[in-house]
């Protein structure tokens, strides 16, 4: 009987190191479509994530143990390197946001099928808008999950986003204060529901460590942002942040103009 319950453990601790191989053995690639950054192939293993932003040029990739995030632009061979708490998505295309996360409250509300997949439904408390489904069936990491919501600005759920479906009364973000820009310029003035992301397609395939790969032989630099648009992208917003300064900077003249005729600060 002793001999009997020692096979049947040894059987069942094989069994268990078997399944724990093949899961290292595959990854997941997802088509997901961003609102504002546009089309994506996602990479996700239970321990790696590696973001292809298609549309924009850049790639995103961040790992175990150490989860650094490292954007790089491919054609350009330039990168940016940080730690996950000094990164969202926002910021890699709006140069006044801020890296924080989407602490919002977010309660699991019931089980559906998107792109099939068996996915958990969260919404806010209390409330129907935002709609988000994420997989059940993608395994992913703690922080693996923190930086796909990260990139996707989603409330802090421990799965990989698929879905959301936001109203106009959101808040996407953060800015910061700054006494020569109205930041209100950037505001989305869109009303309604909107598809703010979605998945075209997921698979589960191969494992293969190169997905995963950091780049090599890569020019560092300082501003996240120079990752987040291209050249000409780049060049674009230089010219529009000229002209708002400018603007600005014409405001203040003109109020201090108003202020040293009249005694008094002009009405704001």
């Known amino acids: 009987m002793r001999r009997a319950i020692l096979v049947w453990l040894s059987a069942l601790i094989l069994s268990s190191q078997a399944a724990g191989a093949r899961a290292a053995e595959s990854e997941w690639l997802l088509e997901q479509t961003h609102e504002e950054a546009g089309k994506h192939e996602v990479y996700v293993s239970p321990d790696a994530i590696k973001i292809v932003c298609q549309s924009q040029g850049y790639v995103v990739v961040a790992k175990a143990p150490t989860w650094q995030i490292c954007c790089y632009r491919p054609k350009e061979k330039i990168e940016w390197l940080g730690v996950m708490d000094n990164f969202n998505g926002i910021i890699m295309r ?24 068996k996915c958990t439904r969260y919404c806010p408390p209390h409330e129907m808008r935002p709609v988000i489904l994420a997989a059940d069936d993608i395994p992913v990491s703690a922080r693996g999950a923190e930086f796909l919501c990260r990139y996707y600005y989603v409330h802090s759920i421990p799965k990989v986003p698929l879905f959301r479906l936001v109203n106009a009364r959101s808040k996407n973000g953060q800015t910061v204060n700054k006494d020569w820009l109205d930041t209100q310029i950037m505001s989305d003035m869109r009303e309604g529901d909107r598809i703010v992301l979605k998945t075209e397609s997921a698979k589960k395939i191969a494992y293969n460590a190169a997905d995963f790969a950091y780049p090599k032989d890569c020019k560092r630099v300082k501003e996240i942002n120079m990752i987040g648009y291209s050249s000409d992208g780049r060049d674009k917003m230089s010219d529009v942040m000229d002209e708002i300064g400018f603007a600005s900077d014409f405001s203040k003249s003109q109020k201090e103009k108003t202020i040293h005729k009249t005694g008094t600060k002009a009405d704001h």
């Open 94 to 117: 709006n140069p006044f946001a801020v890296p924080s996360i989407n602490s919002r409250p977010i309660s699991a509300l019931s089980t559906v099928q998107y792109r099939g997949l």
